[in-house]
């Protein structure tokens, strides 16, 4: 097993006491956004049409709310989260689906056996001595051809402290579509489709999204 760090035994811990937080908050939530919609539809199409197999997990997938809007496109979806809160509300509020607690950085896959893989959101809290680990590991368990959709925060990669609003803290790193397409490039992914929106609410930045595909070898 791991060994978990002191950085990394903070943000699991800051999201066991978020989980019901969470729950209760993002319920329902992607009803209103047709632009993460859009681009869960275009994975799920993509996936589908590359004819490697349906079975896909949502890394970091937090309450599951992901899993069933991706099972109805078709996919065959199971989570993993790092905090053992959030995948017991995952497994109450979202069931009939496969969930683990797992690291990013040491995922519970075997070599290339997924058609795809979501990270929604979960990318924005690798350090910077994490970050070539868990892009890594992200190629090593899609198979070639296989499809990466991603959502983020597109900030200045700087470390901020967040979830002092709600009583929690932990770190977290808004890194550029620059360095997601640049890490994601080195890991061996190209680039699909690439968007972005203007920040709403109470979001302090762009919001960023891509689809890759796993380089196939030569």
Request: hydrophobic fraction near 40%.
């Amino acid at each position: 097993m791991r060994q978990v760090d002191a950085n990394t035994e903070e943000l699991r811990d800051a999201h066991d006491k978020l989980a019901e937080f969470y729950a209760e908050r993002l319920a329902g939530v992607l009803e209103s956004m047709p632009i993460e919609r859009a681009v869960l539809d275009l994975f799920c199409e993509l996936t589908l049409a590359a004819e490697l197999g349906r079975d896909v997990a949502d890394v970091g997938c937090g309450t599951g709310r992901l899993l069933p809007y991706l099972a109805g496109r078709g996919v065959t979806p199971r989570g993993v989260d790092l905090a053992p809160g959030m995948v017991e509300v995952a497994r109450r509020d979202n069931p009939g689906f496969p969930y683990e607690v797992g690291d990013l950085r040491a995922l519970p896959f075997a070599d290339a056996s997924l058609a795809g893989v979501v990270c929604w959101y979960s990318l924005i809290f690798l350090p910077p001595e994490s970050r070539d680990a868990a892009f890594a590991e992200l190629a090593r368990v899609v198979k070639p051809g296989g499809h990466l959709a991603c959502a983020f925060k597109d900030g200045d990669g700087e470390k901020r402290r967040g979830g002092r609003s709600v009583g929690v803290e932990f770190d977290a790193y808004w890194l550029s579509t620059g360095e997601m397409l640049e890490r994601l490039g080195a890991a061996g992914f190209d680039l699909v489709f690439q968007a972005g929106r203007p920040p709403e609410g109470e979001e302090l930045v762009p919001q960023g999204y891509l689809v890759v595909r796993r380089r196939r070898p030569r």
